[in-house]
């Protein structure tokens, strides 16, 4: 069974580890400070409570939660936190949830804008303002006839072409990559900056992927490799589609095992 009120992310920022899950489940409020695992939460709706859980984010206003038929969601954490006590949905349900959920569905009829659910507000102000334009417009009168003939008179333009998304193996992969740039992004939840590794010269084994750059976490595994600028690193590891912050790399390297420098050929 699916849902037809999902609105899926465009785009997930995956968690690191199970504890950095935790952190910032607390950081949302969605977990106590004294919380050592992750939870399971209910999704109530029009009289339904559906166990989800929380797969990763797409800001720090919107969480993408995951419902048992794989579906995913996005909704702001407080919202997600006020589902949770017994007396959500029994008080002001036509005033509040249904205008809710009309917003819901306005954000899911843009989401290949990237809105997600903290954004729902906007698209209905969008939709009031819509309404008053198709007023004043109906009071142009002979102004706006002539411009719709003149705009049918042009003969239309064709449909740009979507590009079709790389389909990317779900295995694990034998990598070869070459260290491009050390450099950091920002972490809204932290002081500090992620430090992430750019690589070039992709070469995956048994497949021929389009793939010029991929980016990884600095983790403390490769710190101890003590990579430099130009080493060439061999690895097994999961390519996902994920964006690095501020950088035009689209690919990420994946829980990497059996890591490897390759001394230069001689």
């Not at 939660?65 to 995913?72: A, D, L, T």
Request: aromatic share 6%.
């Amino acid at each position: 069974m699916s849902y037809s009120f999902v609105v899926e992310p465009l785009a997930i920022q995956d968690f690191e580890s199970e504890d950095e899950l935790i952190e910032r489940c607390k950081e949302w409020n969605l977990l106590s400070g004294s919380a050592t695992r992750p939870k399971t939460y209910q999704y109530k709706r029009q009289g339904l409570s559906l166990p989800c859980e929380i797969v990763g984010y797409v800001d720090n206003q919107t969480v993408v939660i995951q419902f048992e038929n794989k579906q995913q969601h996005c909704i702001h954490p407080a919202y997600l936190k006020e589902m949770q006590t017994a007396s959500f949905g029994q008080r002001g349900f036509s005033a509040v949830e249904a205008k809710t959920e009309d917003q819901e569905e306005g954000a899911e009829a843009h989401s290949e804008d990237g809105l997600g659910e903290s954004d729902a507000a906007k698209v209905s102000a969008v939709s009031d303002v819509a309404e008053v334009s198709a007023g004043s417009e109906a009071g142009a009168g002979s102004a706006a006839s002539a411009t719709q003939a003149a705009a049918e008179s042009k003969p239309p333009k064709p449909a740009a072409k979507k590009k079709a998304a790389l389909q990317l193996p779900e295995d694990k992969l034998k990598i070869t990559a070459v260290v491009k740039e050390f450099t950091t992004v920002p972490n809204h939840f932290s002081d500090n900056d992620d430090e992430v590794i750019i690589y070039e010269g992709i070469t995956i084994e048994g497949h021929d992927l389009p793939i010029e750059e991929v980016w990884s976490s600095h983790s403390a595994t490769l710190k101890k490799l003590e990579l430099k600028e130009g080493d060439r690193l061999s690895c097994e590891a999961k390519i996902v589609a994920k964006k690095l912050t501020q950088h035009p790399v689209k690919y990420k390297i994946n829980n990497p095992s059996k890591l490897q420098v390759i001394p230069p050929e001689e």
